[in-house]
């Protein structure tokens, strides 16, 4: 071979190096990049009946602002066990520890989803029922008084014989987000996702909390979930809990700075 040809060789033998070097370099920076990520846990966030993915929209700007992960999730609302295992697919597919919220109907869901789950290291409950196995939304509706939902929800008939719940929009501001803007909650309204009638009557599964660390934040003013359940089902878990007084079932909506800093709280215990 030709001297002449041997330094081409040699260069672009050199040039390879170089451009593997780099790659190297640049993914270990991600790599990096992405353990000072995996430094705090991921967020998700689960909507309860007659509300959706949006609600958490102010609540995720502060998470996200803070260097959180989030993801809101999707909540079908058909059935607990069904729900359950929606939410538990999507936590299977997300790396690092999960810090596991959930608002309403969906605290019911995320007690059944995390089950099993050891990357999950916290559950939030936000206004938000904690259920002991067996135990259905309607049945802990009515173990104290307060709630005035039955009054508000209107039936849909479906074609496979269930029933979808929505809450009547001229009574959704004062039953569900009093303490939330008027045209806030109108909005809310028009876009609330309906519940099956037999998804609030089926009994949860094995609730992850007697093993997870358990939060509640109690909204005082609840017309859905009275605060007096809400209070019992935290002393029961054994959860740490905080008191919104003044605030109403949307209290994530309405007080989207003391909800994000609540789910903050549940993060840093879980380091």
Not at 135 to 153: C, M, Q, R, V
Not at 189 to 209: C, D, F, I, K
């Amino acid at each position: 071979m030709s001297l002449s040809r041997r330094l081409r060789v040699l260069g672009v033998a050199t040039a390879a190096l170089a451009t593997a070097a780099g790659i190297m370099a640049v993914s270990g920076s991600a790599a990096q990049a992405g353990r000072d990520r995996g430094m705090k846990p991921t967020v998700v966030l689960v909507h309860g009946a007659f509300a959706d993915s949006s609600g958490w929209n102010r609540v995720t700007r502060q998470l996200l602002r803070d260097g959180y992960p989030v993801v809101a999730a999707a909540n079908p609302l058909r059935g607990v066990a069904s729900d359950a295992a929606q939410i538990k697919a999507l936590l299977q597919s997300i790396d690092g520890p999960i810090v596991l919220v959930g608002h309403s109907y969906g605290g019911i869901v995320i007690s059944d989803a995390a089950t099993g789950n050891p990357n999950v290291k916290a559950l939030v409950y936000v206004a938000a029922f904690s259920p002991e196995q067996g135990e259905s939304a309607f049945e802990l509706s009515s173990k104290f008084p307060g709630s005035t939902l039955g009054d508000t929800l209107r039936p849909v008939p479906l074609p496979d014989g269930n029933v979808d719940l929505y809450v009547d929009q001229k009574l959704f501001h004062q039953q569900f987000a009093a303490d939330a803007p008027a045209q806030e909650a109108a909005l809310m309204a028009v876009s609330q996702r309906p519940v099956t009638a037999a998804a609030l009557n089926e009994g949860a599964g094995a609730p992850a909390w007697h093993t997870i660390p358990s939060y509640h934040l109690i909204a005082e003013a609840d017309k859905n979930i009275p605060a007096q359940l809400q209070h019992f089902m935290a002393e029961r878990a054994h959860g740490v809990t905080q008191s919104v007084e003044g605030a109403s079932h949307a209290v994530f909506v309405s007080q989207p700075g003391t909800t994000a800093a609540f789910i903050e709280r549940a993060a840093r215990g879980t380091a």
